[in-house]
């Protein structure tokens, strides 16, 4: 079964500054799919990246990107110019390729942003 | 498009009570999805399904059971709610396909007293 580890239960970021949350994950699975998803205090899942692991390229969106390292496991999100707005909690997510697109999900990261 | 919809999006039930948690879509995905949102502990999946008419379960099925008679709806029904099952529970759905992530409802808060 495949697991996804965050280690950073919370963290902090002043306003404009940049910030990277971790996330590993365990699988013996060639082919999947990572995720991060952001959920504010709205309670709606938002879906702010995808990584294909057979990309090496790391997947950019705007202000957030992903450094992928397949052979360790590891797919941190780094936010760039933090914004008010990016407070929130972000959970990492595992989904193997052609398992009914099953998440998989890391406990979660609860980030606030400081002005 | 209205998405996923969920209702009801706060509901207090006594131990041993029954209820039926809704969820529909409007986008024609294949797949839908409960999982359940416990503080510190991320989503879970409870059960899944490919496809009206097929359903299996996640991995914490106990004490849930769900349809999919229509490619729109999938309840999930809560048997003898336990205080166990105070959580927060979150409806998805996507398509046959991981490029487009899944459309998350808004969730239902659910508190057993």
């Known amino acids: 079964a495949q697991t996804v580890t965050q280690s950073q239960p919370e963290m902090s970021v002043q306003e404009a500054e940049t910030v990277t949350l971790s996330c590993t994950y365990d699988?013996?699975?060639?082919?999947?799919?990572l995720f991060w998803y952001k959920q504010p205090p709205s309670r709606q899942m938002i879906l702010v990246i995808r990584?294909?692991?057979?990309?090496?390229q790391n997947a950019t969106e705007n202000r957030f990107s992903v450094n992928f390292q397949k052979a360790a496991k590891s797919f941190s999100l780094k936010i760039s110019d933090s914004q008010l707005g990016d407070t929130a909690m972000y959970f990492c997510?595992?989904?193997?390729?052609?398992?009914?697109?099953?998440?998989?999900f890391g406990k979660g990261t609860k980030l606030t942003v400081n002005p | 498009n209205a998405g996923v919809t969920q209702t009801p999006k706060f509901r207090i039930l006594k131990i041993g009570q029954s209820m039926t948690l809704q969820c529909t879509q409007d986008?024609?995905?294949?797949?839908m999805y409960w999982y359940r949102q416990d503080p510190g502990m991320g989503l879970k999946l409870i059960y899944y399904?490919?496809?009206?008419?097929?359903?299996d379960k996640g991995e914490v099925p106990n004490g849930y059971n769900v349809s999919r008679s229509t490619t729109e709806d999938f309840p999930l029904r809560l048997e003898l709610a336990a205080p166990s099952q105070t959580s927060v529970y979150f409806c998805?759905?996507?398509?046959?396909?991981?490029?487009?992530?899944?459309?998350f409802g808004s969730g239902t808060r659910l508190t057993v007293v």
């Open positions: 699988t013996s699975e060639s082919n999947y799919y």
């Open positions: 986008m024609n995905h294949n797949y």
């Open positions: 990584q294909e692991a057979y990309k090496q």
């Open positions: 399904s490919v496809g009206a008419g097929i359903t």
């Open positions: 998805a759905s996507s398509y046959s396909s991981p490029d487009y992530g899944y459309t």
């Open positions: 997510a595992f989904m193997k390729q052609g398992g009914s697109e099953k998440l998989v």
